[in-house]
């Protein structure tokens, strides 16, 4: 692990929301290897140089020397003159990130498919382009590739140059990935499998909920980091019925996604557009679980998914001793609790019941016994010859039970 120390600008933000900031940033840097030892605050507003004041900056210098850290991390996006400015200011020893930045190398880490790989590629690039005024640590850090060094005016218009039609190549691959998903996709429309899609906040289970309903030697990889999961992974899952949909899992959602990755992981949240059903995974232990609803709820409006029928699903119950919200389902994905009534909700949500009528003379009443477990009475209206019942039940059932019951 790497010391870092993280520099928080403040203008209109409340103490409770600062504090949300600086957690998610630190665990943010937990994912890139940094470890953060202390965290500066300060109000007013930004800075052209350094985002903070001169005055603060010049401490956050002396604390770094002191401490020996090795990363200033920013919490909003520096400017490409920013960046240049403090790494001149914190000298070749010192890593400058923003937020972004981090996020970015986190999705490099663990882009998985060529899908995944290409999209942060392209953000990478598209955050770097404007950067290429000298170059700086930024760009032999975020692993370049595209040349190695040389300022001067002739040099980064070469750069420049190459980094363009590295973009262009980039999309245009980018592009053929996604054809051969649609065609997949339709596929699996024509199949008419139910498509059931996870959404939540990066680590509220939503992978390991995966693995619990999909069953043995299908494990996705799950594990205690933030965006444990890049690439969308779909699996079928059988219900009690006999019934099969594909539950899909997607990338975990974060507050301030950085708007060149929301651009970058289109591809990844379009999935979503096909799905029947979205299960809104909800961290019930997590401190900030109003904020992280509030964030995935707005990205979801966002990409005009608000419409979209949603199951919440209240994880981690294992872990928690609190009140228990009165909607959705509260399980935990880990222990598998509760999960047959998941089970159950995401069946009657992607198969609907009906309604039938049925006239059944009085001899024939007794037939009706044997699908009690299959479907129900809702009303009986008695006649002279018979009575006419109300059943609900699934479509197909009802079918069954005309023809078999009544005969009609
Ligand atoms: N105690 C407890 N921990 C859980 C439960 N479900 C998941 N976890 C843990 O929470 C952490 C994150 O789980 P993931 O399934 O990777 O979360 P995710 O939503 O897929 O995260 P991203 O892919 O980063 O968006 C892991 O350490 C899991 O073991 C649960 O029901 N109870
Ligand atoms: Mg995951």
Same mark, same amino acid.
């Given at each position: 692990?790497?010391?870092?120390?993280?520099?928080?600008?403040?203008?209109?933000?409340?103490?409770?929301?600062?504090?949300?900031?600086?957690?998610?940033?630190?665990?943010?840097?937990?994912?890139?290897?940094?470890?953060?030892?202390?965290?500066?605050?300060?109000?007013?507003? /930004?800075?052209?140089?350094?985002?903070?004041?001169? =005055?603060?900056?010049?401490?956050? @210098?002396?604390?770094?020397?002191?401490?020996?850290?090795?990363?200033?991390?920013?919490?909003?996006?520096?400017?490409?003159?920013?960046?240049?400015?403090?790494?001149?200011?914190?000298?070749?020893?010192?890593?400058?990130?923003?937020?972004?930045?981090?996020?970015?190398?986190?999705?490099?880490?663990?882009?998985?498919?060529?899908?995944?790989?290409?999209?942060?590629?392209?953000?990478?690039?598209?955050?770097?382009? #404007?950067?290429?005024?000298?170059? =700086?640590?930024?760009?032999?850090?975020?692993? =370049?590739?595209? =040349?190695?060094?040389? #300022?001067?005016?002739?040099?980064?218009?070469?750069?420049?140059?190459?980094?363009?039609?590295?973009?262009?190549?980039?999309?245009?691959?980018?592009?053929?990935?996604?054809?051969?998903?649609?065609?997949?996709?339709?596929?699996?429309?024509?199949?008419?499998? $139910?498509?059931?899609?996870?959404?939540?906040?990066?680590?509220?289970?939503?992978?390991?909920?995966?693995?619990?309903?999909?069953?043995?030697?299908?494990?996705?990889?799950?594990?205690?980091?933030?965006?444990?999961?890049?690439? $969308?992974?779909?699996?079928?899952?059988?219900?009690?019925?006999?019934?099969?949909?594909?539950?899909?899992?997607?990338?975990?959602?974060?507050?301030?996604? #950085? /708007?060149?990755?929301?651009?970058?992981?289109?591809?990844?949240?379009?999935?979503?557009?096909?799905?029947?059903?979205?299960?809104?995974?909800?961290?019930?232990?997590?401190?900030?679980?109003?904020? *992280?609803?509030?964030?995935?709820?707005?990205?979801?409006?966002?990409?005009?998914?608000?419409?979209?029928?949603?199951?919440?699903?209240?994880? @981690?119950?294992?872990?928690?001793?609190?009140?228990?919200?009165?909607?959705?389902?509260?399980?935990?994905?880990?222990?598998?609790?509760?999960?047959?009534?998941?089970?159950? *909700?995401?069946?009657?949500?992607?198969?609907?019941?009906?309604?039938?009528?049925?006239?059944?003379?009085?001899?024939?009443?007794?037939?009706?016994?044997?699908?009690?477990?299959?479907?129900?009475?809702?009303?009986?209206?008695?006649?002279?010859?018979?009575?006419?019942?109300?059943?609900?039940?699934?479509?197909?059932?009802?079918?069954?039970?005309?023809?078999?019951?009544?005969? *009609?």
């Amino acid at each position: 692990m790497e010391k870092g120390v993280i520099c928080y600008l403040a203008q209109e933000e409340e103490e409770e929301e600062i504090e949300y900031d600086l957690q998610e940033l630190k665990e943010l840097l937990r994912n890139v290897d940094i470890e953060t030892v202390a965290t500066v605050v300060q109000r007013r507003l /930004p800075d052209p140089h350094y985002l903070l004041g001169p =005055g603060k900056i010049t401490e956050v @210098k002396e604390l770094v020397e002191r401490e020996k850290i090795q990363a200033v991390v920013f919490n909003r996006e520096l400017s490409p003159r920013q960046v240049q400015a403090l790494e001149d200011f914190f000298g070749p020893e010192v890593a400058v990130w923003d937020r972004t930045q981090v996020i970015l190398e986190i999705f490099r880490r663990r882009a998985q498919s060529r899908e995944g790989k290409i999209q942060v590629e392209l953000a990478r690039l598209t955050y770097l382009y #404007p950067r290429l005024y000298g170059l =700086g640590g930024t760009l032999s850090r975020l692993g =370049g590739g595209v =040349g190695t060094r040389g #300022p001067g005016e002739t040099k980064l218009e070469v750069l420049r140059r190459a980094l363009r039609r590295r973009i262009t190549e980039l999309r245009r691959e980018l592009e053929e990935v996604r054809a051969s998903r649609d065609l997949l996709r339709r596929h699996r429309q024509r199949s008419g499998i $139910p498509v059931v899609s996870l959404v939540g906040y990066t680590n509220a289970g939503k992978s390991t909920l995966l693995n619990a309903l999909a069953g043995e030697g299908k494990e996705v990889l799950a594990e205690d980091r933030l965006f444990a999961t890049l690439d $969308p992974v779909s699996r079928r899952v059988i219900l009690p019925s006999g019934r099969v949909f594909l539950l899909t899992d997607t990338v975990g959602f974060i507050k301030d996604l #950085p /708007p060149k990755l929301k651009e970058a992981f289109k591809a990844t949240l379009e999935e979503l557009e096909t799905a029947d059903l979205l299960l809104h995974v909800i961290d019930l232990t997590s401190p900030y679980l109003d904020e *992280q609803q509030r964030a995935v709820e707005s990205l979801l409006e966002e990409l005009g998914l608000a419409e979209k029928p949603i199951l919440k699903v209240y994880n @981690k119950v294992d872990r928690y001793t609190g009140i228990l919200p009165a909607d959705g389902v509260v399980i935990s994905a880990l222990k598998k609790i509760n999960l047959d009534q998941l089970l159950h *909700q995401i069946e009657a949500r992607l198969f609907p019941e009906e309604e039938m009528e049925l006239f059944l003379p009085f001899t024939s009443l007794g037939k009706l016994e044997k699908w009690r477990e299959r479907v129900r009475v809702v009303a009986e209206e008695y006649g002279s010859e018979g009575v006419k019942v109300t059943v609900r039940g699934r479509p197909e059932d009802l079918a069954r039970l005309r023809v078999q019951v009544a005969g *009609q």
